[in-house]
């Protein structure tokens, strides 16, 4: 696993904010760990930064997840991090979806644990 | 010897001077004219003759004077002293001896009344047969040893074609005369009479006319000889028996027919006597009811007949006996088969005892079991599919497309609410009946029937006896004859309105249900998934408090969790709420301004905390058609949304204003705060858990519900949104 300096969690629940990062800071103890409530938020983070990991949520509000994949599949090139979905969704349409998905590299079903990241982090 | 010649048998003889006057006549001469000759002797030769001959007489005496001893003939008529006279041819001579002047008239007779009415008889005789064979239906030939033909009659002209002057003294072999197949029989025919082997004979043959028919005739030749005894010619008379022939021929083909339709035939004909006794009966007696004709001969007749029917067969028997020669056609009666089985017998009874011909009553008769059989089964599967479209409310028509002959069946009738007693109406008067929506569908269906000769159903409006709207289904076909020309359209008519309606609201329940159904799913993961983030909160939580570490931070967020659960829950009975009331739409009027003043007096403290200026812009009067539970709900979303999300700081607005157009009730709900993009977010606005502003606590709820809510009640939400400028809300619902 190469070195992860940055994570971008994008996700509306602040309590699930706030345990994924205690997670995240866990198992990458020294990235800096950005947060954004939804998509419009995380495209906004992203215009400045890139991470090497981003958890994304499915439902929020404002801009949804599906939505932040379609405004960044339009920029040119592969995103150059990884995204992980975290859900709480029983909608086995939303996994399938996320299988499917070019931009997506994993599924992380709530709630979110190292173990669960180390799975799908390469 | 002079005297003998005088008195002559065989000759009359008779003298008279120079004046004429009888001097002598023999008595050959006086009794055959009946006289005595002393009544004749002084009397003039002249004057006794018939007056037409005097003139005649005198000159025959003036040239006997004038040249004596020169014999003079003339033919003079004697009267008899009876009727009648006698005619002679006399020679007169003037006798003189030795001078120019003679001294008496010698007159001598020789009778000739007998060869005279020979000769007019014989003259009168072949007259007639001159006229006979002109008009004779028989044909004159005669030809020579060397066949040259030597009479040719008018009527042979007619008969064969050919002239007189085309076949007279010509060869017979030069015309095409005989029929091939005959020449060889004809030929000795012939011979037999040429060489004198038969005087005649009479032979039947085919010949052939100059127009190269074939005429059928008979020929009655004889032979004519000459005085050695020498056949010379052949002289035939023929007749044309063509037609003779051809009435023979077609007699004799009649009588074949006849008699193979009589004793093979499936009718069987019986002669018999009043008390049954048969005198003749067919061979096909055996097809009809099994016994030979020599079997039905020793049986009584009566006796084969059905005890039932004993009476019926009785009395017809009795009706044809008082009116001889009257067929008495179509009497049914049951008679036993030789095999044991009663068969169906139609009989046409005919009364001939007074015929000496016939001297019988003729019983013409035949098995008509399998048709009485087949009529039965038609009236009893009649009778059935009467009842099956009466139960199946079923109609049957039919229209001969050459006639315009229209059938209808009683549940025709019904079914269109046309009275049966006026009739069958006319196909015009039907097509006025069909829904003008659907005439040109149903025109071109039938159409399309008679054109593809294809069975075609259809279903189309009609007006039930011109005033009530009634659904039928029909079945149209066509009926061909033999070269597959259509002569006649039928079909069938069921009412199926009722089934109709069904189906409409059979469709409108899966409508809900599916609509149901996809509301509920999308509900559930809605739910699951509210839960699963709590659920999956909770347990990342109490893992840190395992830890011991930030407890007390811990613990709100346990207690954020468990009230974001509540909400799901409350959630999860109100949606069930909203699943139950759907299924039983019930309508009242409400009134729009109490229906909203109810939603603002509930949000009045917020209402008031944020110092909002609400325009209420409603007429009191305004009512909807509406569920009241429903009509709050739908308030009661849209106006704390405007509350929540449409103030700012500064504009603190919201504008509630409901009016009539036309038939329908429009209510705004208008908000003057941020607004929103709905060109991005227009789609998920409705959505089940769509959220669109940072700040809702909800969970995606509200609008979805009231959407459904208005199309639950036929009404339908309009939005109306421009970012930084507010947002409009409008609701319209059916009077």
């Known amino acids: 696993m190469n070195k992860i300096d940055r994570v971008f969690l994008v996700d509306d629940d602040r309590i699930f904010l706030s345990l994924a990062k205690l997670v995240l800071q866990s198992v990458f103890t020294e990235a800096d760990i950005v947060i954004a409530k939804n998509g419009l938020e995380g495209l906004k983070n992203l215009e400045e930064k890139l991470p090497n990991l981003l958890f994304l949520d499915i439902n929020m509000p404002v801009m949804d997840g599906w939505e932040f994949l379609t405004e960044l599949g339009k920029q040119p090139g592969d995103p150059p991090f990884q995204i992980i979905i975290t859900s709480s969704s029983v909608d086995p349409e939303d996994r399938q979806r996320a299988e499917g998905h070019p931009l997506v590299n994993g599924f992380i079903e709530k709630p979110i644990t190292k173990e669960k990241i180390l799975s799908v982090v390469s | ?735």
Request: hydrophobic letters at 35%; charged letters at 25%; glycine letters at 6%.
């Open chain 2, 1 to 735: 010897m002079l005297n003998s010649i005088l008195e002559s048998r065989s000759i009359y003889i008779a003298k008279t001077n120079l004046d004429g006057e009888y001097t002598f006549l023999n008595d050959h001469f006086c009794d055959r004219l009946g006289v005595e000759r002393k009544d004749l002797i002084g009397i003039q030769f002249a004057r006794h003759t018939l007056p037409e001959d005097y003139y005649k007489c005198v000159d025959a005496f003036q040239r006997c004077v004038s040249t004596p001893n020169v014999p003079h003939k003339v033919i003079l008529r004697k009267p008899l002293s009876e009727l009648g006279f006698i005619t002679c041819e006399w020679e007169l001579i003037g006798l003189a001896e030795d001078a120019d002047t003679p001294e008496e008239i010698l007159c001598i007779g020789y009778d000739i009344t007998e060869k005279e009415f020979f000769e007019k008889n014989l003259f009168a005789a072949n007259q007639r047969l001159a006229t006979y064979m002109y008009n004779s239906p028989l044909g004159i030939v005669e030809y020579e040893q060397d066949l040259t033909i030597k009479q040719w009659s008018k009527r042979s002209e007619e008969i064969f074609g050919w002239t007189q002057e085309e076949i007279l003294n010509k060869n017979f072999g030069a015309f095409d005369i005989i029929y091939e197949g005959d020449i060889e029989s004809t030929s000795k025919v012939a011979e037999e009479l040429l060489t004198g082997v038969a005087n005649g004979n009479i032979s039947q043959n085919r010949n052939k006319t100059k127009d190269g028919t074939t005429i059928h005739c008979v020929w009655y030749n004889s032979v004519v000889k000459d005085e050695t005894g020498t056949v010379k010619s052949v002289l035939s008379l023929v007749q044309d028996v063509t037609k003779r022939v051809t009435d023979e021929e077609s007699i004799r083909t009649s009588e074949k027919r006849f008699r193979a339709l009589i004793e093979n035939g499936k009718d069987a004909i019986a002669i018999f006597s009043a008390d049954g006794k048969p005198s003749y009966i067919t061979p096909s007696i055996t097809k009809v009811l099994g016994y030979t004709e020599e079997e039905v001969y020793k049986l009584d007749i009566l006796g084969l007949v059905h005890p039932d029917d004993v009476p019926g067969v009785t009395l017809a028997l009795q009706r044809v006996m008082k009116a001889p020669g009257i067929p008495m056609p179509g009497h049914t009666s049951r008679m036993k088969h030789k095999d044991g089985s009663w068969r169906w017998i139609e009989a046409t009874i005919t009364n001939l005892t007074d015929d000496p011909h016939i001297n019988g009553i003729v019983d013409n008769f035949r098995d008509i079991t399998e048709s009485v059989e087949n009529e039965m089964l038609i009236t009893k599967t009649n009778r059935h599919l009467k009842r099956a479209q009466n139960i199946a409310n079923i109609g049957y028509w039919e229209l001969d497309l050459r006639t315009n002959a229209n059938f209808w069946s009683e549940e025709m009738f019904s079914i269109c609410g046309i009275d049966e007693k006026k009739g069958v109406p006319s196909i015009e008067d039907f097509f006025k009946l069909i829904h003008p929506d659907d005439l040109v569908y149903v025109q071109k269906k039938h159409l399309h029937v008679l054109e593809s000769k294809q069975t075609i159903p259809m279903e189309y409006r009609f007006l039930k006896g011109g005033n009530s709207l009634v659904y039928v289904q029909a079945i149209a076909s066509c009926i061909q004859d033999e070269h597959g020309k259509a002569i006649a359209m039928e079909g069938t008519l069921q009412d199926i309105t009722e089934r109709k309606n069904e189906e409409v609201a059979m469709k409108k329940l899966l409508h809900r249900t599916t609509d149901q159904n996809k509301r509920l799913k999308d509900f559930s993961f809605m739910t699951s998934h509210n839960i699963r983030s709590s659920v999956a909160n909770i347990m990342g939580l109490t893992s840190i408090l395992e830890t011991g570490t930030n407890n007390e931070e811990c613990v709100e967020m346990i207690k954020t969790t468990a009230q974001h659960l509540d909400i799901t829950v409350k959630n999860i009975s109100e949606l069930l709420n909203f699943e139950n009331e759907f299924t039983s739409v019930h309508m009242v009027d409400c009134r729009v301004k109490n229906s909203v003043q109810r939603t603002l007096s509930l949000n009045s403290a917020v209402i008031s905390q944020k110092d909002i200026f609400v325009e209420l812009d409603i007429p009191p009067e305004l009512t909807v058609a509406s569920i009241p539970a429903y009509l709050d709900s739908i308030f009661h979303n849209l106006i704390t949304n405007a509350i929540k999300y449409g103030v700012t700081d500064t504009v603190k607005q919201v504008r509630i204003a409901g009016r009539k157009e036309k038939s329908k009730t429009i209510i705004e709900i208008q908000d003057f705060g941020l607004g929103m993009n709905l060109e991005r977010d227009g789609d998920k606005l409705f959505k089940l858990g769509s959220r669109l502003h940072l700040a809702s606590e909800g969970q995606g709820l509200g609008l979805y519900m009231t959407k459904h809510q208005i199309e639950a009640m036929g009404g339908a939400i309009e939005v109306k949104s421009k970012v930084g400028h507010g947002t409009t809300f409008t609701v319209i619902l059916n009077e």
